[in-house]
């Protein structure tokens, strides 16, 4: 998601990714599946079959914690601020990002062969940076969109 603010002479870009699901119904989902599978491990051990419980406590186990990874890298963002002088970039793992204005360049990395998703690459002579890794295609083209409104200089690894 792309959420774009103007201020006086500043343009700020707020990047985060997709989410279908709180964290609220993540657990609620969670819960589901463990009651779900426990109580069909617990019908199969009634019947004589006690060996499955350790593999669906361990199904569960697993089910948890991919979902729990999942919504956590759902949490994540980035923050572009434009000035007239600066790029300062903040990202929600604690790194801050300063960019000179105007010896930035925004790398537009389209994927010919694989059908991959674009890459948005901030980049000086000293530094760089890939903006939204975790954005879907249309979001990525909403960004360029943005900073090429900027002034921004936008390269591109296909001429055609």
């Known amino acids: 998601m792309v959420e774009v603010s103007t ?3 500043q343009v700020q870009l ?3 990714p997709n989410r279908s699901a709180t ?3 993540t657990k609620f989902l969670m819960a589901s599946f463990g009651l779900f599978i426990s109580s069909i491990a617990i019908a199969w051990a009634f019947a004589g079959a006690w060996v499955i419980l350790p593999f669906a406590g361990i199904e569960v186990g697993l089910l948890t914690l991919i979902m729990y990874l999942v919504s956590k890298a759902t949490y994540q963002w980035q923050t572009v601020l434009i000035s007239p002088q600066t790029i300062f970039v903040q ?3 604690g790194a801050h990002l300063r960019f000179p204005r105007h010896d930035t360049s925004l790398y537009f990395f389209e994927d010919t062969e694989k059908k991959r998703l674009p890459r948005l690459v901030l980049q000086t002579h000293l ?11 249309d979001d990525k083209q909403r960004v360029h969109d943005s900073l090429k409104t ?7 690894n296909k001429w055609w």
């Open 7 to 9: 201020f006086e002479q």
């Open 14 to 16: 707020h990047l985060s």
């Open 23 to 25: 964290w609220q119904q």
């Open 91 to 93: 990202c929600s793992n």
């Open 127 to 137: 530094q760089q940076f890939e903006l939204g890794a975790f954005l879907n295609a």
């Open 150 to 156: 900027t002034g921004i200089m936008i390269c591109t």
